[in-house]
Every structure is written in C-alpha cells, then in structure tokens.
C-alpha cells in the first residue's frame, strides 16, 4: 500500500487543476444534500406547540387520519394514510366515562367556534352607517368595469373585520389561563377577552358585552358553558376532551388509564395524546404541513442525488480517461491493477473527502436559509416548533460519507476492466436500453394524470439523459459529421482544426457535451412542466367564469377546523348568495365553498389516499355565475343532497359517469358515497369534483361561504362587490410549497449542472494542454486558437441545446398531452434564460478555462 500511497500523493501534486473541478462538483453535492438532511430530520421532529392545552395532563380527540388497506401484487396487506385538517369530534358520552377513570381529577370539554367582529350582521356593533368611501379591492383588482368603461372602485366598503377564536370559560383552565381583571361570563350575551385583544371590561365585542379579561391569546373570547355549545353547533359531542391527573398520578399512568378506559368503552377509535402531542389537537393543519414537506423534500433529495450520480459520473470517468496513458506506463513498469486502482482511490478519497467536509460545512448556514425561505413564504405553520438539537448536524457528516462513496464508487466502475477502455458495445447497449426505457416511461405518462403524469416525465427525463452520457461519444461524433462540414467550409482554419479535434477526440466531446444536455433538459421539463399546468388551469378558470361580480363572502380567509354546524359562527360579516339573490336586477348567485376530500385508490395493487381540492357551489345559482363546462348529465342535480360532480379526467380514470357512485372521505372523516349527476371538463381550474354547497358546509369547521359570485347588473349594489372578479381556481394543499420546494430543485440542480459544465470543460481544457501548445509551436497563431475554442463552444451549446430540447421533448409532450390534451408550454422568458446559460457556460469553460491560457508559444498574429 506504499507504493500506492506514494502513486496517489505523485499526482495529486501534478493533477491539481484536473481534481479542481472534481473537488468543485463534490463539494457541492454535499452542501445541497446535508442541506436537504438537516432540514427534513428539523421537520421530522418537529411538532405544533402546545398552548391551549399546556395544563392538561392528557387529551382525547377523534383519529385525525383515514385509512385505506389493500393487497399488492404478491404481497402482504398495505395500510395507506391521510390526515384530515377538519375537526372529527369526541361524543360527548366519553366525558362521562373518564371521569369514572381512577386518578382523573377532571375532564373539561373544549369546543371552538370562529368569532368575528365587524360587517352589518345585527351581532355586530358596527353599523353600516359608519362605512366610508374608499376604493376597495375585495378580489384583487382596482377597477370596475360598466357600460361607462373601467373605473376606479369607489364604492361602500366594508369595515375592517376582526376575527376571534371561541371557547368555553371552563376549557381557559386547560391552558392554565386565568381572570386578570372582572370576572368570568354568565349571561349568555357575556364573554372574557384575552389580555392582548386591546378590550376594556364593558365593552361591546362582536355583539357581546365583555365582562373580564384573561391571558392567554389576543384572539380568544371566552364564553359561558351553555352559549359556548350553542355557538358551536354541534351537540351531542366536542372538539377534545381535556383530562386533569388527581395529584400524585403520573402522566403516564393516567395515559395508560385512559387508553383502557376508552378501549373498554368501545371508543377505540378515539386517540390520547401527552407531551408535544397535544399540540396537533390545537393545529390540525401543522402536521400535515410538515409531512407535506417532508415528502417534497425527499423527492428533491432523490432527484439531486441522481443527477449528482450522472455528474460525478462523468467528471470522474473524464478525468481518469485524460489519464490513461499514465497508466498504461504504471502496468508496463510492473504496477499491478490492484495499486493501480488503490491509488486512483486514494487521490479520488483526498480529493472527494476534503471537499466532501467542506460542502458539510457550507450545509448548515443553508439549511438555515431553506428554513428562512419556508417560513418568510409563510409555508411552515406558527405553530410549527422546529427544533434543531445538537446531534442533528451529525446528519451532514453522513450525506458527505455518501458523497464520498458515490465518487468512490465511480473510480471503481471505471477501472474494474482494464484494457477495455470505451467498453464500447457494453456502454452502447446499455445507453439504447436507457433510451428505450426513457422513451416507455414517457409513454406511460399519457395514461397517468396529475402528479403521477409529472412523476413519469420526471423519470423519463433522467432516463434519457442518462442513455445520452453512455452514447456521448457516438452523438458527438454523429453531430460533428452534420456541423464538421459547414465549420470547415465557413469557419476557415479555425473551423477546420475544431472539426479535426472533434472528430479525433469524440469521447472528450461526449463528456462535454453531456452536462449540457443535462442542464438544457432537467430546466426545461421543471420549469415547463410547471407553465404548462398553470397556463392551463388559467385558461380554463377564464373561461369557467361568467359572473358579472364578485364578493368577499363570510368565510374568507376563515381558518378551518375551530368548529362545525351552522351555529358555529357569531359576529359574522360578509354576504351570502341567499341574501343576494333577492336584490334588483341579480339573476343568480352562488356561495362558492372550499374545502377538500380524500379519494382511495390503488396503484399497482399499493393503497394510495389523495386529497383533492374541492368546491361547494349552489346548483341554482350556477347558470350565470359559473361554468364548469358540462359534458355529461346535468348540474342541477345538485340540488340533491349526496350528489357530486366529477371533472372529466377524473371520470375517465374511476370509470364512472352520471347515474354512477363515488365514495369519498370528508375532511371531517365521514364517508359518503355519492351519486354523479354530472361530468364537466374545467378540472384543473375548479378541482376533480364539485358538491353541493349544503353537503360540503355540513363537514367543515367553519361553513360559511369563502365568495359569492353574482350575475346581472343589479350585483353592483352589494357591498363590497367588484364587477370583472378574479377567475375562480382550486388550490392544491401543498401547492404554494410545492411551487417553492420545484423552485428549489431547479436552483439547486441548475446551479449543480452549470457548475459539471464549467467543470468538464475545465478538465478537458486541461488534459489537452499539450495539443494547444503543440499547435502553437508548429506555428498557430493565439488569435487563431482562441477562435477555434470558440467555434467549438458554439458547437458544443447549440448541439447541447438541441439534444437536450428533444431529450426534454418527448417526456413533456406526454405530460402535457394527459395533462390538457395539448402541447407543452414554456415562457420565452424561461427559454432564454436557459439558452442564455448554457451558452454563457460553455463559452466561458471552453474559452477562458479551456487551456489555451496555461499554453505556452507564439504571439497572436
């Protein structure tokens, strides 16, 4: 192994400027995966805080998840989960059961129900005679459109609206909150503000005179019992139950209580929760939050590593290629292979190590950036604790392990045949085959739909590019036989020597010319395959709506999840359609709900649950005011209650239409199955199914209408109203991160792809330093070179621009086809600037790091 050691020290002293561009490419491999590490393990231990209930001992609250179980292929059964962001309740008939539990002290019911404070509803203290004249833009545009052409909005507006979280008195204890002032509510018209809300005792909030003030949150009103369960509509159960330990009980003994007590009660499916799990009973939406982004960030994790695969690849493989005569010298000599490998492998450890350290050094300050990026996006709950414990950061010394042993591995690969080296019809089968491949999985995405259509193009996009490193020596040299002529006719000398150095040398072409490829097509399908799906889902909201208004309804902006029932709202604001379609001139009007369900399916025999966006819509008030584009059956059947409209790519893939049955989970938890009465062809713009807007209110929390879209002329008399609303669109759960998460990716691996550009070019501009300098000894000209290396930068950018266009091509063409029945989409915007890049890149690493500096010989002439 000495001599070994001594092979490997030799040169690395000699190839330093080679290993540059390997130590530049590991390093940051490194940095983007213990970046990804140290964020995902922060949300994998990250929990909501726990405040409303911080005095209670432990917590019942309803299975806040749906379940749905299959067989796969061959296997064993599979258990699939989602989690659901309304609340399901605890009956009430469990209050009653544990507080027979030995050690139990107390069991105090908690409810929640919004409360807002403003608008013209008779709760509120605000009247509407104290409005002023100032422009308004309820839906996000300044200006009216009428007969008298666009104009400023300056129309009767609503006051400013205040919204408020209810709660009994008794569930303040369950915080630990007390009285800091007056005392606690009675009447039912008598609450207790919390201490930061700005209230006075004796004032009038929300309808309600306030009685006593409380710490606690700024939001909170508290209300006395009976008003409180009046409010939050829904008898016959609560929100949570919160359970006190007599003293002297351990937390955990009454936990354990509590479970035999529920179970022997027949209350299985109730859970109880201590410790930091009693903070996802206050936020139902943080964990959800949090597993969505775990799930985004293992794939980015995923993709980064392959194409860290392909880059350290070809960086590796070019640098030990640039080197083979040296070894061939070292066998003639008497190396054996065995120390011939050892020292590639100790300079490729030195190499990839120190890097590696360095790139897990740099991991930290950017994980710290990607979790700024989340939270200043407003993409991480407030009540999401992340916590960053010490031992944590031990994770960017593992993702540097890899990184190291991926380098390794690919020095082993390289050299485990000697004497073969282009492998050549091993590596031409296996990059036909990659294409092949590349090519199925494309196909395959024009049967998929949605994220299963993005997930096949993104496979087959890495597939293809793939298949292309592996036959890079024979499509250079296939490109050089198109370009070789005109660069020889038109180019002069410096065409004709580019032609001759690329035909000698098809496999340095290859490997330069393959980071090319890869940054024009993992861009390109990112960033198109993102327009592609909004542009679309743009055009289709255009055209779906056909009201003249819009309005801010009573549940804009509301939270969900604090209660249900239609008494589960006071003070309210806003305006609803039934209120609307009474006035002058309103020829129909539809609350417009949102919400979600959750669909099971499976895939391949595995069980899969999606949450899908959805809308609640009134069918009377939907010819005028919105048009999903009816294709089959009719959406006046709405009006019945357990009725759903499905969206036609969604009909196609369950096999259904009208007069056909889908089962459907609430976000509430409750199952349904419902009857189609309607196929329409907006999906992407108003979601996979529309129900009727009783049906969804009765499963949310908060079932007041998020708009109201009016039609006719007469809607120009509702407050608040703006003629030429927005265009109606679902989002997504997860959308608005998935957004920054794919921003991310392409950041990430853009920058990772120009960085193997600039590399490759760098260290092929280093192993033919002496056929520059023999160039100029035998009496080339510097200007003439410099041109040379020019022509071939053009050459190599617009042979990568092409390939990786067709690479990009096939994958998006099946993407967008199953996606909009059309052709992909990419900003001009966006393709320049991808242009721009590589050919920015390839001029700067075959002109200025291409070798010709560090070539010694003539003057320009």
């Known amino acids: 192994m000495s001599a070994a050691r001594l092979l490997a020290t030799r040169a690395l002293r000699v190839h330093r400027r080679e290993w540059a561009a390997v130590f530049a490419a590991v390093a940051l491999v490194s940095l983007l995966l213990g970046a990804l590490a140290v964020t995902a393990g922060s949300l994998g231990l990250g929990h909501a805080r726990v405040e409303r209930y911080a005095a209670a001992d432990v917590v019942v609250a309803g299975d806040q998840r ?337 990184t190291l042993g991926l380098a390794r591995g690919v020095v082993a690969c390289a050299l485990a045949r000697r004497g073969r080296a282009s492998g050549g019809g091993v590596r031409r089968g296996f990059g036909i085959a990659l294409l092949a491949v590349g090519a199925g999985a494309s196909g395959t995405a024009t049967l998929q739909s949605g994220e299963a259509a993005g997930a096949a193009a993104g496979a087959a996009t890495v597939t293809l590019v793939a298949g292309c490193a592996l036959l890079g020596p024979w499509i250079a040299a296939a490109a050089m036989r198109v370009a070789g002529p005109p660069l020889k006719r038109f180019g002069g000398v410096p065409g004709r020597l580019a032609a001759a150095g690329a035909t000698a040398h098809s496999r340095r072409l290859g490997a330069a010319l393959v980071p090319a490829v890869l940054v024009t097509a993992f861009a390109t399908v990112q960033l198109a395959a993102g327009a592609t799906a909004e542009r679309a889902a743009e055009h289709q909201a255009r055209a779906a709506m056909t009201a003249d208004f819009g309005v801010a309804g009573p549940g804009a902006g509301a939270s969900s999840g604090a209660g249900s029932g239609a008494e589960g709202v006071t003070g309210r604001a806003g305006i609803t359609a039934a209120e609307v379609r009474g006035l002058p001139g309103v020829t129909a009007a539809t609350d417009v709900l949102r919400s979600s369900v959750v ?125 030429g609303p927005e265009p109606e669109r679902v989002v997504a759960d997860g959308a608005a991160a998935g957004s920054l998460v794919s921003a991310v990716v392409v950041a990430a691996v853009g920058a990772l792809t120009v960085l193997c550009v600039l590399s490759t070019l760098a260290l092929v501009g280093a192993g033919r330093r002496d056929e520059l300098r023999l160039l100029q000894r035998v009496g080339a000209a510097r200007r003439g070179l410099r041109a040379m290396l020019r022509l071939e930068a053009l050459f190599l950018a617009v042979t990568g621009l092409l390939l990786g266009t067709v690479v990009a091509a096939l994958p998006l063409a099946a993407f967008a086809w199953a996606l909009t029945g059309g052709l992909p989409y990419l900003p001009p915007w966006q393709a320049g600037l991808i242009a721009g890049t590589v050919l920015v890149t390839t001029y700067a690493g075959t002109v200025w790091l291409g070798g010709l500096g560090t070539a010694e010989g003539g003057k320009g002439a």
């Open 599 to 723: 669909l099971a399916r499976t895939e391949a025999g595995e069980p899969r649950l999606d949450r899908l966006p959805v809308l609640g819509v009134d069918a009377a008030g939907l010819p005028g005011a919105l048009d999903p584009g009816t294709v089959a059956g009719d959406l006046a059947g709405l009006a019945r209650p357990g009725t759903v409209a499905v969206g036609a790519d969604r009909a196609d893939s369950l096999e259904v239409g009208p007069g056909s049955t889908v089962e459907l989970w609430f976000d509430d938890g409750a199952r349904r199955r419902l009857t189609v009465v309607a196929v329409y062809e907006r999906s992407l713009a108003l979601g996979e199914f529309l129900l009727p807007a009783p049906e969804l209110a009765a499963h949310m929390g908060d079932p007041r209408p998020a708009r109201v879209l009016v039609a006719g002329p007469g809607g120009a008399a509702v407050p608040g109203a703006l003629a």
């Open 66 to 402: 749906v379940r749905h179980t299959s067989r796969p292929w061959g296997g064993e059964p599979t258990t699939a989960t989602a989690p659901l962001t309304e609340r399901v309740g605890v009956p009430a008939k469990a209050a009653e059961l544990l507080r027979g539990v030995a050690g139990v002290r107390e069991v105090v019911p908690d409810d929640g129900f919004p409360v807002r404070d403003g608008g013209d509803s008779r709760d509120s203290q605000h009247s509407r005679d104290s409005r002023d004249s100032r422009p308004v833009r309820a839906e996000g545009a300044p200006v009216v459109r009428d007969a008298q052409g666009p104009r400023p909005v300056r129309a009767e507006a609503a006051p400013a609206v205040r919204e408020y979280s209810g709660r009994s008195w008794d569930a303040a204890r369950l915080g630990g909150y007390g009285l800091t002032a007056g005392r606690a509510p009675g009447a039912a018209g008598e609450v207790v503000a919390g201490g930061g809300s700005g209230a006075r005792v004796g004032q009038e909030l929300a309808g309600y005179r306030v009685v006593g003030l409380a710490d606690g949150p700024s939001t909170a009103l508290y209300f006395g019992a009976a008003e409180a369960r009046r409010l939050a509509g829904h008898p016959g159960r609560h929100d949570a139950l919160g359970v006190l330990a007599a003293p002297g009980v351990p937390v955990d003994t009454l936990h354990a209580r509590v479970r035999e007590a529920l179970d022997a009660g027949g209350l299985r499916e109730l859970r109880a929760f201590t410790g930091d799990g009693r903070g996802g009973v206050e936020d139902l939406r943080a964990l959800p939050a949090r597993n969505g982004l775990l799930q985004l960030l293992a794939a980015v994790a995923g993709t980064v590593l392959l194409v860290a695969a392909l880059v350290l690849t070809s960086l590796v493989a070019q640098a030990l290629h640039q080197r083979a005569g040296e070894r061939e010298l070292l066998y003639a000599v008497g190396a054996s292979p065995r120390q011939v490998r050892a020292a590639a492998g100790r300079e490729v450890s030195r190499v990839a190590g120190a890097a590696a350290v360095l790139g897990a050094l740099g991991a930290v300050p950017a994980a710290l950036a990607l979790r700024a990026a989340l939270e200043a996006r407003g993409l991480l709950p407030g009540t999401l604790e992340l916590p960053l414990p010490s031992w944590l950061f031990g994770a960017v010394l593992v993702t540097a392990a890899l």
